[in-house]
């Protein structure tokens, strides 16, 4: 049946109103890189300070080796971490700012060195595998995923510095933990500074779509945290919005 005209003109007009709607949802803000998962209905908008790295980097032989959040204790949560699948793994760029050292005099006339390491972060999105999941851990707790933000809590040498709490990104509820202190780690496989630095993480979880999503956030520079847990993810159709969108502070010294 042939449309009339005003009724052509109706149509037209939507179109052209849904039109730069879409494609606003779909470009990047400036100083960000896209990234996106079909399988995961999932995309994402990072700063595009951070590269992508080897997810040998952060999972080896199926171990977690992300400094700051790798190490914790409770056993049922580091074989869980064995089902962690990588998505994607950003690294900070090392074009950013080098090592620096200062040096002043003391009032006992010795000599007072201070160093500040060069800014480091690193962004994991992992996915659980139900399959790993499932086999291995068949009675696995409702709790599993509020678990998992959580890790970063229970590394050796690290404090929690928010309550972990739900909240919403758009209509996804997200788990989030945050953390911060000087990590040890015994596992050998996992890479040690040269020297003890406080580091800052984050941890978030969700289940998106039948998918078991955790993010990990970590960096020795607490503005740098805050800047890469801004980073916004697009579930879906949903809007692009902020994966953490409150500023994070530091634990009293």
Same mark, same amino acid.
């Given at each position: 049946?042939?449309?009339?005209?005003?009724?052509?003109?109706?149509?037209?007009?939507?179109?052209?109103?849904?039109?730069?709607?879409?494609?606003?949802?779909?470009?990047?803000?400036?100083?960000?890189?896209?990234?996106?998962?079909?399988?995961?209905?999932?995309?994402?908008?990072?700063?595009?300070?951070?590269?992508?790295?080897?997810?040998?980097?952060?999972?080896?032989?199926?171990?977690?080796?992300?400094?700051?959040?790798?190490?914790?204790?409770?056993?049922?949560? $580091?074989?869980?971490?064995?089902? %962690?699948?990588?998505? =994607?793994?950003? *690294?900070?760029?090392? &074009?950013?700012?080098?090592? #620096? @050292?200062?040096?002043?005099?003391?009032?006992?006339?010795?000599?007072?060195?201070?160093?500040?390491? $060069?800014?480091?972060?690193?962004? %994991?999105?992992?996915? =659980?595998?139900? *399959?790993?999941?499932? &086999?291995?851990?068949?009675? #696995? @707790?409702?709790?599993?995923?509020?678990?998992?933000?959580?890790?970063?809590?229970?590394?050796?040498?690290?404090?929690?510095?928010?309550?972990?709490?739900?909240?919403?990104?758009?209509?996804?509820?997200?788990?989030?933990?945050?953390?911060?202190?000087?990590?040890?780690?015994?596992?050998?496989?996992?890479?040690?500074?040269?020297?003890?630095?406080?580091?800052?993480?984050?941890?978030?979880?969700?289940?998106?779509?039948?998918?078991?999503?955790?993010?990990?956030?970590?960096?020795?520079?607490?503005?740098?945290?805050?800047?890469?847990?801004?980073?916004?993810?697009?579930?879906?159709?949903?809007?692009?919005?902020?994966?953490?969108?409150?500023?994070?502070?530091?634990?009293?010294?």
């Amino acid at each position: 049946m042939a449309l009339s005209f005003s009724t052509r003109i109706f149509a037209t007009a939507i179109l052209a109103a849904a039109l730069p709607v879409a494609a606003i949802a779909q470009t990047p803000a400036p100083n960000t890189t896209e990234w996106e998962n079909e399988g995961l209905a999932l995309r994402l908008f990072y700063p595009s300070d951070l590269v992508k790295a080897d997810p040998e980097k952060v999972m080896h032989n199926g171990r977690l080796t992300l400094l700051g959040v790798s190490g914790a204790p409770d056993p049922k949560l $580091a074989e869980a971490t064995r089902c %962690l699948r990588p998505r =994607l793994v950003l *690294d900070l760029s090392q &074009s950013g700012q080098a090592q #620096t @050292s200062k040096t002043q005099p003391t009032a006992d006339g010795g000599t007072q060195v201070t160093i500040t390491p $060069a800014v480091t972060a690193t962004i %994991l999105l992992a996915e =659980l595998d139900i *399959d790993c999941m499932n &086999s291995e851990h068949p009675n #696995t @707790s409702t709790t599993l995923l509020p678990d998992m933000a959580e890790l970063v809590n229970k590394v050796p040498g690290m404090k929690s510095i928010v309550q972990p709490a739900w909240y919403n990104v758009g209509w996804q509820k997200v788990h989030m933990a945050a953390a911060q202190g000087q990590p040890s780690n015994s596992d050998p496989a996992s890479a040690q500074p040269a020297m003890p630095q406080t580091l800052y993480t984050m941890g978030l979880s969700t289940n998106w779509n039948n998918h078991l999503l955790v993010w990990y956030f970590s960096s020795n520079n607490i503005d740098t945290l805050n800047r890469i847990t801004k980073t916004t993810v697009r579930f879906g159709r949903a809007q692009a919005a902020p994966l953490y969108p409150n500023p994070m502070g530091t634990a009293a010294p």
